[in-house]
């Protein structure tokens, strides 16, 4: 739990703190400064680690994972990547069953000539499958998982969601929104032991990627997991918890509290969905898509929503708010400023697509803007066309954060990789894959290297609550720290892990 790391920079992101080494006894920070004065200080049994090229920052924190569902999808039919419909239904064939069904994640049809439908699915396998798309808003199912959930041409939709039917009426197989849970609530639940030990893996592999912390979005089987993994002394990642707003009930009987429980697991917020993805085309416009046939989806009425967040913010347990169309982003703005505050500040997740009038809002009402840049690279093609003009307002952090809003980054992990370099350098950057935006797509909201940095650390800091005492290297606070070894803050795409820090503890060490 102690250590002296001496490096080529620590960036302390505090502004009265800084120096080339740091040192850390029983957990926290003890001192900053200069090697050659600490190095007199330290007692000599104290672990030296000599990185003389490393970039020490602050632990990186996941602002927006589904952990358990990342862990459980890197043993599913991988899908990302899939160019055609044939490569996916190919990885389908050759995948293997998981309790007698097929579970895939990760395809993304918006490049296909062939759509997804369950007649090409069934000819892949005869066992029930249920593939997710890479942004968790649709679902891809075929005839025996359709007979298996009872769905018929005489199945209504669900509120909140979509089945999608042919001109007969028959279902296509393609689920959207709250219609894919039809099918995933029968899908065979694993053990609770299973699920730990696939945890204990993804944890491992977030510290190779200097992730000390993640705020969770998921239901309370994954709670009930990482509870076992802290009773057990092996969590190693500061975990923020938020599950689904079906679970506030149960929450507020319980007396719960957001920013309640250890150093290790605490209570966020509640998760409420206003709307779908720009990838499913269920992100909610205020105007139609460039194609003039829809606005999207509201995924539930204004009224159940207020209820909802007023419930919450009234019982203490803070709300975030899934918003992604500019639609979305307004509802969301209206509903958390009227709302009663929290102990932890209200969030918008995503805020993608913003009307430039609802810029300044968030930073108005202290409403955490919680964005993924890791999702812009992949979004700029559809939003161009889909969003036309509009997409002046997606991903606007330069400007979000020039009105004074908190912004807070993170992943949405396993819709795009937990990887937060891939972050860092789209906020930089934003080039797109295909540099059809060579110099950057609206690159007047690019960020600089320091400003990512501390919208990964500080930012989810305070969005958590305990921004006194981690987000920053500075004397009395936690001692969560990454090392990496870096050329320059451009380059920071390949930048390489050598030590990860947790609690004092060190935790990932580069051979």
């Not at 992604?324 to 993608?352: S, T, Y």
Request: with cysteine; net charge negative.
């Amino acid at each position: 739990m102690n250590g002296l790391l001496r490096a080529r920079q620590i960036m302390t992101l505090h502004p009265a703190a800084f120096g080339d080494a740091v040192w850390w006894q029983d957990g926290r920070v003890r001192a900053v400064g200069r090697a050659t004065e600490l190095e007199r200080r330290v007692p000599t049994r104290v672990p030296r680690f000599d990185l003389p090229g490393a970039l020490v920052t602050p632990g990186f924190v996941d602002g927006h994972t589904h952990f358990a569902m990342w862990a459980r999808a890197r043993r599913q039919v991988h899908l990302a990547g899939a160019a055609t419909r044939r490569e996916a239904l190919d990885r389908v064939a050759s995948g293997s069953p998981e309790n007698g069904w097929i579970v895939g994640h990760g395809w993304d049809a918006n490049r296909w000539t062939d759509p997804p439908d369950r007649a090409a699915l069934d000819r892949a396998t005869s066992l029930p499958a249920y593939l997710e798309s890479i942004d968790i808003h649709a679902a891809w199912v075929n005839t025996p998982a359709l007979l298996a959930a009872g769905i018929t041409r005489e199945t209504p939709d669900p509120p909140g969601g979509r089945i999608v039917r042919d001109a007969a009426g028959e279902p296509t197989g393609l689920l959207l929104e709250h219609a894919t849970r039809l099918v995933s609530t029968i899908l065979p639940a694993g053990s609770p032991e299973d699920l730990v030990t696939l945890l204990r893996t993804a944890q491992r592999d977030a510290h190779r990627l200097g992730i000390t912390g993640i705020h969770d979005v998921e239901g309370l089987d994954a709670h009930r997991a990482f509870r076992t993994l802290e009773a057990e002394d092996a969590l190693r990642l500061r975990v923020l918890f938020s599950p689904p707003v079906a679970h506030l009930p149960t929450l507020l009987a319980h007396g719960a509290k957001s920013g309640q429980g250890s150093d290790w697991l605490r209570l966020g917020g509640v998760k409420l969905f206003l709307d779908g993805s720009l990838g499913s085309r269920t992100a909610w416009m205020l105007e139609a898509y460039e194609d003039g046939r829809d606005r999207g989806m509201p995924l539930c009425s204004e009224d159940e929503a207020r209820a909802v967040v007023n419930l919450a913010a009234g019982g203490g347990i803070a709300c975030a708010i899934h918003a992604i169309g500019d639609a979305a982003v307004r509802r969301a703005l209206d509903l958390l400023k009227a709302a009663p505050r929290a102990p932890l500040p209200h969030r918008i997740e995503h805020l993608q697509c913003v009307h430039p009038a609802d810029l300044p809002r968030a930073a108005a009402a202290g409403i955490v803007a919680s964005m993924q840049p890791g999702h812009l690279p992949g979004d700029v093609e559809l939003a161009e066309s889909r969003w036309g003009g509009r997409s002046r307002g997606a991903y606007a952090f330069r400007s979000l954060l020039d009105a004074g809003t908190h912004l807070a980054f993170g992943s949405d992990v396993p819709v795009v990789s937990i990887d937060p370099r891939a972050g860092v350098a789209a906020a930089m950057t934003r080039v797109d894959p295909g540099a059809a935006f060579p110099h950057g797509w609206h690159a007047g909201e690019r960020l600089s290297f320091e400003e990512a940095v501390r919208a990964y650390t500080l930012g989810n800091a305070r969005a958590a609550g305990v921004g006194e005492r981690r987000g920053t290297l500075a004397p009395g606070q936690d001692a969560d720290l990454v090392a990496w070894e870096i050329d320059e803050p451009g380059s920071f795409a390949d930048a390489r892990v050598d030590l990860t820090v947790v609690g004092g503890e060190v935790v990932y060490r580069r051979e």
